[in-house]
């Protein structure tokens, strides 16, 4: 079984600032997807950034990047000139693919509050 | 387009009450997924299908709980008897099996209690 660990449950950063979440994760498998999710106070689950396995260059969208170290395990989410519309739980995902076709159920990390000052 | 709707938005029953949760996914998406999210656990799986067929249900907690598939377009999750344990946010997400990073699309949730 896989596991998620985001270890930090909570960080505080001012606007515009550069912020790193961290996460971990365990797994034997080789091929697999990583995902960052946030969930904002409305609780609506949103997806943010996603990274294969076997794609060696860290994902970028907009603000937010990836440095995801394979050997390592860890996949930390980094959120340049943070927003106050930043502020929500974000949330560690890892997927593997299914044997019988497209992909198992998302196992999640226990998230990270990230609160963004004004 | 329209998202994954989930309906009732809120549930609150008494303790011993059956609860039937529902879940519409995305049009032509084939995945569905049923996730729980409370405090003390977090975010967790508790069933999916593909086509329609339940693949894994070793999330689902108890005999209490039970998931249908009938069709493409609904699942329902169903406690009977509800316990205050099963209080929390159901999320039930759907995807389309041949895309590339099987991304899952998530709806609003249900927030459950039970008294």
């Known amino acids: 079984a896989q596991t998620v660990t985001q270890s930090q449950p909570e960080m505080s950063v001012q606007e515009a600032e550069t912020v790193t979440l961290s996460c971990t994760y365990d797994?034997?498998?080789?091929?697999?997807?990583l995902f960052w999710y946030k969930q904002p106070p409305s609780r609506q689950m949103i997806l943010v950034i996603r990274?294969?396995?076997?794609?060696?260059q860290n994902a970028t969208e907009n603000r937010f990047s990836v440095n995801f170290q394979k050997a390592a395990k860890s996949f930390s989410l980094k959120i340049s000139d943070s927003q106050l519309g930043d502020t929500a739980m974000y949330f560690c995902?890892?997927?593997?693919?299914?044997?019988?076709?497209?992909?198992?159920?998302?196992?999640f990390g226990k998230g990270t509050h990230l609160i963004i000052q004004p | 387009d329209a998202g994954v709707i989930q309906s009732p938005r809120h549930e609150v029953t008494e303790m011993g009450q059956e609860v039937t949760l529902r879940c519409k996914p995305i049009?032509?998406?084939?995945?569905l997924f049923w996730y729980r999210q409370t405090m003390m656990r977090g975010l967790e799986l508790l069933i999916y299908?593909?086509?329609?067929?339940?693949?894994?249900d070793s999330g689902m907690p108890e005999d209490r709980f039970s998931a249908k598939m009938p069709n493409a377009s609904f699942s329902t999750l169903k406690i009977q008897p509800s316990e205050p344990r099963d209080s929390a946010v159901y999320f039930c997400?759907?995807?389309?099996?041949?895309?590339?990073?099987?991304?899952?699309?998530f709806g609003p949730g249900t927030r459950l209690t039970v008294l």
């Open positions: 797994t034997s498998e080789n091929n697999y997807y």
């Open positions: 049009s032509g998406h084939n995945s």
């Open positions: 995902a890892f997927m593997k693919p299914s044997s019988g076709g497209g992909a198992d159920g998302l196992t």
């Open positions: 299908f593909n086509n329609n067929v339940p693949i894994d």
């Open positions: 997400a759907s995807s389309l099996l041949s895309s590339a990073y099987n991304e899952q699309f």
């Open positions: 990274q294969e396995a076997y794609k060696q």
